[in-house]
């Protein structure tokens, strides 16, 4: 059988126990398949201490340059990995650096298999959450006034304008919070959202509280609408999908009882709240695909766990582990099938759909790792070695 050909993509590589995965997930999957073409990254902590983080910034670039990215999950430092590894530096998230650079909205997504039951009975299909990124508490300014006082807003315009409002004229001690967001993050992420919802043709809801955050949720809910109607209404009207905007305790509760096949964006906090929530409910974070998408069309495809660090550390001390390589392997179709998509390289698009159906496949024919095992009454537990060659021999 001849090798598929293929554009190039950036492939950055991780640490730990998903850098091990990649190179077993490279041979034993893709390389008697495909003739990679990657320009490759190493982002594993030794190199970006090595290169004072420069990797990060050069592999964002190419994923910039080359439109569609794959990553391994990476080691963001604490002290403790200053120590570990003896950094220059605590450097910065990996994730942070290339979703600053690309002005991304991540999307998550469950990967379904019929054997492993969803905690509610509802959801047949999966539920993929989008989450802005940006801004909000996570950008805060915070005070703690300890005795009595008045709290203000206040804007001072470069054009000389003046907004000066009471917040709380405090008679005891308190807490006091100043958000922002930006009118450009918030297009990003619409314009994003909307993208996103074409290419995978479902529904899109975005949901809010404007009954109550009168100008900040309101202002999330205009953007929204303004650029639905101005440039994806009809596009949206074609492919049979709709938008629309819903109050977020609306949203939860029909979301509860929905069977679910819908993209659901979130502002950052009730993003980052509602992944966890999806992703437990849907069984495992093993079992997530994650990829960042930014506003102007390029594709970053990864996990959505971490460098899985306790199995390392008994990988290193010789143990055979079951570490769940599918959400690492379907960050590779993702990409390769986004490659083939943009450069109509049908081969590759169907080799990596097969790719996913073979893990699909594999699953609920019983064998999997430990971590599903558990949730699977009867299921096959196996290393993540002979999980591999098992998918292979499913393809
Ligand atoms: P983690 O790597 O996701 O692992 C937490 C636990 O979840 C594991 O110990 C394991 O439980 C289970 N788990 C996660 N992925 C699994 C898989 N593929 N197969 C089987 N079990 C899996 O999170 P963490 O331990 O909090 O973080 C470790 C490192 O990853 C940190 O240095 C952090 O900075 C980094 N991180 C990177 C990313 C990223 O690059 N996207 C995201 C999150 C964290 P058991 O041990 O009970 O089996
Ligand atoms: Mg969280």
């Known amino acids: 059988m001849s090798l598929i050909k293929m554009n190039p993509i950036a492939e950055l590589d991780g640490d730990e126990m998903t850098r091990i995965l990649w190179a077993m997930i490279k041979d034993t999957l893709l390389a008697p398949y495909v003739e990679l073409n990657t320009e490759y990254y190493d982002l594993g902590l030794p190199n970006r201490d090595a290169t004072g983080d420069n990797v990060t910034h050069e592999a964002a670039a190419a994923i910039k340059r080359l439109g569609v990215g794959v990553k391994c999950a990476t080691i963001t430092p604490n002290q403790q990995r200053v120590e570990e590894y003896s950094l220059k530096e605590m450097w910065k998230s990996p994730n942070g650096t290339i979703r600053a650079a690309l002005d991304g909205t991540v999307f998550r997504t469950p990967i379904i298999v019929n054997n492993i039951k969803p905690y509610v009975r509802t959801w047949t299909r999966p539920i993929t959450i989008a989450r802005h990124a940006y801004g909000d508490i996570y950008k805060a300014t915070e005070y703690r006034p300890t005795c009595p006082g008045k709290a203000e807003l206040v804007f001072t315009g470069e054009d000389g304008s003046c907004f000066r409002e009471t917040v709380y004229d405090f008679e005891c001690g308190g807490v006091l919070q100043g958000n922002y967001n930006k ?33 900040y949720d309101q202002t999330f809910k205009f953007i929204f609408q303004e650029i639905y109607d101005a440039k994806y209404k009809a596009e949206f009207e074609k492919a049979g999908i709709a938008y629309f905007y819903t109050l977020i305790d609306d949203a939860v509760a029909r979301v509860m009882r929905s069977e679910g096949g819908m993209i659901w964006a979130l502002k950052n906090y009730d993003g980052d709240v509602m992944s966890d929530m999806v992703s437990s409910a849907f069984g495992s974070l093993a079992m997530m695909t994650s990829v960042l998408v930014s506003p102007d069309g390029c ?17 290193l001390k010789g143990e055979t582990t079951s570490t769940n390589p599918v959400a690492t392997i379907f960050a590779w179709t993702g990409a390769l099938k986004k490659r083939g998509e943009l450069d109509g390289n049908t081969a590759l698009v169907d080799f990596a759909k097969a790719l996913e159906s073979a893990c699909v496949k594999t699953i609920e024919g019983g064998v999997m790792t430990n971590d599903l095992a558990l949730m699977c009454p009867g299921a096959k537990s196996v290393s993540s070695e002979d999980f591999l060659l098992t998918v292979r021999s499913n393809i």
């Open 183 to 215: 009118d450009s993050s918030i297009a990003s992420f619409a314009e994003a959202c909307f993208r996103f919802a074409l290419d995978a043709k479902q529904d899109l809801w975005f949901s809010a509280k404007d009954t109550i955050s009168k100008k």
């Open 299 to 315: 594709f970053e495809y990864e996990a959505a766990h971490g460098t899985v660090t306790r199995h390392y550390y008994r990988h």
